[in-house]
């Protein structure tokens, strides 16, 4: 597959944004600093098919917290949307608004689509120290699964014990 | 494709897996699968089928890939088919398997654990001992752990095909394109690994 031609790649400092999680709360990527970071942009709340990529997320996300990692979705959908979404597929985190601006956040990490209005399938797994250690683009009807992020957040694991030992 | 593009079945069929056929048969087709998902559902007969058409070319592998959070029955029955497996042994999981599709679409009770438990004692286990079982979720690990061998071998949804530990991205839904095409996919990949 050839490489997506904006996307941020491994070893690039990640952008730090602040967006809404809900109506009166906001959350920053530098909040997350000390930790891995999961950012999963996707172009859309209600995806048609039954085993989406959320859907999937959420089922693996006692796997994610078991290397300290914390998984934000992203979407251009407004609040009121991720918040209706998260509610009927039973979602355990956090999913971000990226509303106004339209899309910016995505535009910083060169993961927007000018011609839809939308990001793109995009993954990013952001080491404790804010650098990002893994990015990937699936083609947006594709859901790229998780096995990708499992093996970055294993190989940061394997590296910090290796530091540590 | 997986994130990485490699689509590889891992860790490869062992003596672990609940498989039908020979052991080294030409071709290894493995099923993530779960039992409340309607696509699943579906495809059960096409499986069926294709196992008719190939006979001794062919082994048959499920692994459990529950989607717990939107299909709320879906771990109890995996849950389910491990006890009668332990309980009863390897045929009487395999009647388990299909009797659960088999019923899938009944209602919307119909993988609730009183329908479990009888579906269990006709297919030959003890029913309070797959109830005991399904109460404090003896085989959760075990399914869990079927789950995730799937994420870690790129599965995104259910189900998922591989053949001879190579995913396979193809239409299921005509046994005999199936078969063909699982034919012909062994033949490009070779020999599963972990067969004899």
Not at chain 2, 51 to 74: N, S, W
Not at chain 2, 163 to 168: K, L, S
């Amino acid at each position: 597959m050839s490489e997506h031609p904006t996307l941020l790649r491994a070893g690039t400092s990640a952008p730090d944004f602040t967006l809404h999680s809900t109506p009166d709360q906001t959350v920053s990527l530098s909040e997350f600093r000390g930790k891995p970071v999961i950012l999963a942009f996707y172009p859309a709340d209600w995806s048609p098919v039954c085993g989406d990529q959320m859907a999937l997320y959420n089922e693996i996300l006692p796997e994610f917290h078991k290397y300290g990692a914390e998984l934000l979705g992203v979407s251009v959908d407004g609040v009121w949307c991720h918040i209706a979404f998260a509610h009927a597929r039973k979602l355990h985190f956090s999913l971000l608004a990226d509303f106004e601006p339209k899309g910016g956040v995505a535009r910083a990490y060169g993961a927007y689509r000018d011609t839809d209005g939308t990001s793109e399938r995009a993954l990013f797994v952001i080491d404790a120290e804010g650098v990002i250690r893994w990015s990937y683009c699936s083609p947006v009807g594709v859901n790229p699964g998780a096995d990708g992020i499992l093996d970055a957040l294993e190989s940061l694991q394997a590296e910090h014990s290796q530091a540590s030992s | 494709m997986s994130a990485q593009g490699q689509g590889m079945l891992r860790p490869d069929v062992s003596d672990k897996d609940h498989a039908l056929g020979r052991a080294d048969a030409p071709v290894t087709l493995v099923e993530y699968g779960d039992y409340q998902c309607p696509h699943c559902w579906r495809a059960h007969p096409v499986v069926t089928a294709v196992r008719a058409l190939l006979g001794d070319k062919l082994r048959f592998v499920f692994r459990d890939f529950p989607l717990t959070q939107i299909h709320e029955h879906a771990l109890h029955a995996a849950e389910a088919t491990e006890s009668v497996a332990t309980n009863a042994g390897g045929d009487a999981f395999w009647a388990m398997h299909d009797t659960i599709y088999e019923h899938q679409q009944d209602s919307p009770i119909a993988l609730d654990d009183s329908h479990l438990v009888k579906y269990a004692a006709s297919c030959g286990a003890d029913p309070e001992q797959v109830a005991r079982d399904l109460a404090n979720d003896t085989f959760e690990e075990d399914v869990r752990a079927d789950f995730m061998s799937g994420v870690r071998s790129g599965v995104n949804g259910t189900p998922t095909f591989f053949i001879n530990g190579v995913r396979f991205e193809g239409d299921w839904s005509n046994p005999k394109f199936f078969a063909a095409a699982l034919l012909e996919g062994a033949a490009m990949v070779g020999a599963p690994r972990g067969s004899r």
